[in-house]
């Protein structure tokens, strides 16, 4: 059965920015996709010896080795500076140095970035532009550097890293998959802070420059070489007389020292011959009318996507701005400048912090699990079943895929091919791998093999009397280890499990639509669930490439008890006359990624109306909204959403456009009620639709359900979609003030009642204003 | 390969002696030169009458014949039965080609060692054909699938609107690929890759590529190179002698730039082997019946081994894991092999990675390394790299020369072996 959520891939994040410039088409790519970037570090005072840097002179070529002590990667921390500075010095004063060659002695990381610990250590806008100016010094230094300095990159290459071999003379990467380029300072609500903003349009050209800042993506080295970021490509080793890893490095060092030297004699040169479409970019770029037209189209675009919610990426345009159109000097000043204000903007300090709730979740905290899951079946093949597959059988576990008819599970199974085979059609994977991927996935139609399971998670329909018949049948046929995991979104496991055995071994496991693209898992326990039970799903979703929160059993869990009122709300705004397409608006001005009737219909309108029974059911009148029967109508006749073209919207393939269901209006007009004055402004109605979603969620951690404010975070902005420069309704009740929440809500529950009224936990804290989730 | 005298021999009780009569090949030809108009079967029916000449033996004798072949041209796929229809071979004997990448041959010769072995026949021809002069260019996967419907259409106006269908990217032609299937890497990209994980320096390669291409010189001169046929090339002349060896000087060879991975490579012309046309075939028979129809056989066939490994970070070092497994079998050290002829494909590579107990343990599972192979009595007449590597003919041409080398020589065992794409090799002792 089909999740709560289910955005389409485009809508997920309001703050990438897509920029078509002269045919280049770049992908929108969610940036909660992606890996991380910057790692926290502990704060290191002055220490005499160098421990970060070390330097050894190969013939006529210093090789600087960077290692961060404490760290499986590097960053730019105050220690790492000083020490580079002092090496810098000394192999500027030894004569017989002719060149140099930069390089890390991590596997996998070049620079991942600046410590973000010493942004977040500091407390004003004027602190963090010394910083930056300190950067931007730092590399100036090495860009006028009297010998050539050649960067070797292999692994991470990120934010300070790159702005630091931006500054080098020549760049050399390898092939390798872990070797990134990237300016991720967008998505921490910052931006390239060391002279990025200025280096990167000349290196790159005025276009692919927006493009890699205001994207802030991961760019592979050999795109990067396309793009003009690097010189030279170095393909990576197999075993040989050492391990894989270890001689690639060194094979990297060994050319890297080769061009340095080739520099020197000038062999090699330090200018690539350029194209002629190149040369017609430059020339067009030259133009101060094509370049003002530039900043206008792309300032647009960025308007466009974040409604002006997020702040960095204007900030990038106007620094990128300033440095072309008022001189370098301008252009560092800018930047530093505007590093030091974002810095201390609400909404980087939300995305910062949903950035470490994200390497939180990424971990296991209830320890290694006795037996790791090998054998996975799944059941039911539909959109769920079949999507959970695709993340699982890629990462070496063994997949059955069990569905009740052969239409299901071969349009299961097609679905997971589908989605390998686009990766192969992106080359990020290659056909054979695809092929032996799908060789760990076995589709059937009967319990054969199931002797070898380690884990079950069914997928069937949200049904508890056929949840209970499946796991009866489960049980006949798996070993006693075998975990049961249950994909409901809203049944409690407790009633699923009490058809079990084995209720030590009967966990939710709650993920989102579509299976491949929404990062999160909503992990339930039960008070029977064995904690090795719950170390094994969450070691298993964390091998799916999860980010996973884990909650106390109750009816809808955390996210689609957050949600369902929202949607009450949203039923009962429609029923007061509000125009879908202006409440969409309303909503995605607000910050959300997709409008709330169009996420009404992408979740189904009949999911809808049973969670909706359900929570009323659970909860009563307090998760009342709109009327059940606007709902139960529109089912049916057949009005189910998105997935039947037709729910509030009528839905055409190839057409972009939407347009009202006029029987859809037709409906609400006939539950028309009509809409009390004094709470139905436009920013009402917004705060009508998001307190109650904000109150349900603080109700979750007063009741246990949530362990701590920052999973209910996490798993707002990662499995709902609440507005993520907000950072989650936690961090927006502390941004927002408890009690300015409450004053809304009182005006609201004078006129709907119970619905509105605020938790213990929110009145606690809008009584005292010292009281916050986050210190 | 084991000569008849013997201070020990390898022959296992219940296993049927195998001999090798005799070894020949057409000269190996750099593509594009005197065997332009020849296709694969006339390069291999010239080595299959050469042989059948040299040994005299009737062509009715011949129970099977199996050929080794890379790319095929597509008009003969079965190239070995072309080939003998050709030679005049009666049409009642059966043939059969295999493929195994550059160890074509060598498979060839295994299988008939196979056939005779398992009593199925007892005179097999052998051998491996490749011609690079002419190769099957294809048209492109959609404008094929077009002309494919444009037969089924039936009416006018359906071929029109297939015809209509046509872009001019559909006449892009398809060349064969010499990239890896599973890896798309081509195989120079891979062994420079090798060469650099296994640190080979430049120089070593350089220095390796003078040695095959002075020897081989030497041997030619020497009138060593026995095996080599003359073939009558129509409106050509006669052809007896291999056309690539270019024996220069080292400082030559310094001045070549890499071919595969630039600028920082280090394979170049002289270090990779040159695109060849030739053929080769040899003739095994049960001892029994060598003795019989009266030939003094040169050498047993003892023991095989076909390996494989990871297609795109090992894929030449099967000689690497070959050599101690077939040494095992047959219950010899690398010590007693008087003779090695190993194909020049990435062979430095292999040396470091016997010598390496790191490889040997976290590669090959084994406990210590292989050992230093001798230089000193590796091709000692040439290799691929001088010689020329016609793919499919190259197992054959190995086994002759350590057949003839033992023979010269004096010596008793000989250890042949190769790698190939998809990362398999083949042993013969």
Known sequence: MDKIVSYRHKSISPIIICLHYSGSLNRIKPWFLRGCLLKLLPFFFLEAFRSHVSYEVKDDVAVIRINNPDSKVNTLSIPMQREMAEVMNEVWANGAVKSVVLISSKPGCFIAGADINMIQACRSAEEVTALSQEGQKMFEKIEKSPIPIVAAINGSCLGGGLEFALACQYRVATKSRKTVLGTPEVMLGLLPGAGGTQRLPKMVGLPSAFDVMLTGRNIRADKAKKMGLVHQLVDPLGPGLKDSDVRTVEYLEEVAVGFAKGIVNKSIPLTKRKGIMQKLQDYAMGIPFVRQQIYKTVTKRVMNQTKGLYPAPLKIIECVKAGLEKGSEAGYLEESQNFGKLAMTPESKALVGLYQGQVACKKNRFGTPEREVKNLAILGAGLMGAGIAQVTVDKGVNVILKDTATEGLSRGQDQVYKGFNAKVKKKSITSFERDTTMSCLTGQLDYSGFERVDMVIEAVFEDLSIKHKVLKEVEAVTPPHCIFATNTSGLPIKDIAAASKRPENVIGMHYFSPVDKMQLLEIITTDKTSKDTTASAVALGLKQGKIIIVVKDGPGFYTTRCLSPMLAELLRLLQEGVEPKKLDLLTTSFGLPVGAVILADEVGIDVAAHVGKTMTKAFGSRLDGGNIEVVTTMVEKGFTGRKAGKGFYIYEKGSKSRNINPAAEEILKKFKLSAPPSVSSDSDVQYRLVSRFVNEALLCLQEGILSNPMEGDIGAVFGLGFPPFLGGPFRFVDAFGADKLVQKMKKYEEVYGNQFTACQLLQDHAKDSSKKFYK | ?429
Request: proline content about 4%; some cysteine.
């Open chain 2, 1 to 429: 390969l084991v000569q008849t005298k013997s201070k020990k021999t390898l022959a296992k009780p219940g296993v049927k002696n195998i001999v090798l009569v005799e070894g020949v090949r057409t000269p190996f030809l750099l593509s594009g030169t005197i065997y332009n108009d020849f296709m694969a079967h006339d390069l291999a029916r010239a080595a299959l009458l050469g042989l059948l000449n040299k040994t005299s033996l009737p062509k009715d004798a011949v129970d099977y014949i199996v050929y080794g072949t890379v790319i095929q041209e597509v008009k003969t796929s079965n190239v070995a039965r072309e080939a003998a229809l050709g030679a005049g071979i009666s049409e009642k004997i059966p043939a059969h080609t295999v493929t195994m990448a550059c160890i074509s041959a060598n498979q060839a010769i295994t299988t008939a060692v196979g056939l005779i072995a398992a009593g199925q026949c007892d005179v097999v021809v052998a051998g491996g054909v490749e011609t690079m002069s002419d190769m099957p260019i294809r048209h492109s996967r959609k404008m094929r699938k077009t002309m494919l419907t444009l037969n089924k259409a039936k009416t006018l106006s359906q071929r029109l609107t297939l015809l209509s269908k046509i872009r001019l990217g559909y006449l892009t032609p398809e060349l064969p690929a010499l990239t890896e299937f599973s890896t798309n890497e081509t195989m120079g990209h891979s062994a420079d890759r090798l060469t650099a994980a296994f640190g080979v320096s430049r120089r070593e390669q350089d220095e390796f590529a003078f040695r095959s291409h002075s020897l081989a010189k030497k041997a030619q001169d020497a009138g060593l190179l026995s095996d080599v046929l003359s073939v009558n090339v129509p409106g050509k002349g006669i052809v007896s002698k291999d056309n690539g060896i270019r024996p220069s000087s080292m400082e030559q060879l310094e001045k070549l730039k890499p071919v595969f991975i630039k600028p920082h490579g280090t394979i170049t012309p002289a270090s990779s082997s040159f695109l060849t046309d030739g053929a080769s075939a040899v003739l095994l028979m049960s001892e029994e019946k060598a003795l019989a129809m009266g030939y003094k056989p040169k050498a047993y066939l003892r023991d095989f081994v076909f390996v494989s490994q990871d297609p795109k970070d090992q894929l030449l070092l099967g000689p690497s894991y070959a050599t101690p497994e077939v040494l095992e079998k047959s219950g010899i050290t690398l010590d007693d092999i008087d003779v090695f002829e190993f194909h020049e494909g990435q062979i430095l590579a292999n040396l470091k990675a016997m010598d390496s107990d790191w490889f040997a343990q976290t590669c090959m599972g084994r406990k210590s390394k292989v050992g230093v192979l001798p230089i000193e009595k590796l091709n000692l007449w040439g290799g691929s790299l001088s010689l020329g590597h016609p793919f499919g003919a190259t197992g054959a041409r190995l086994v002759t020369a350590a057949v003839n080398r033992l023979k010269k020589e004096g010596g008793q065992y000989a250890l042949v072996a190769a790698c190939a794409a998809g990362g398999q090799v083949v042993f013969d002792l």
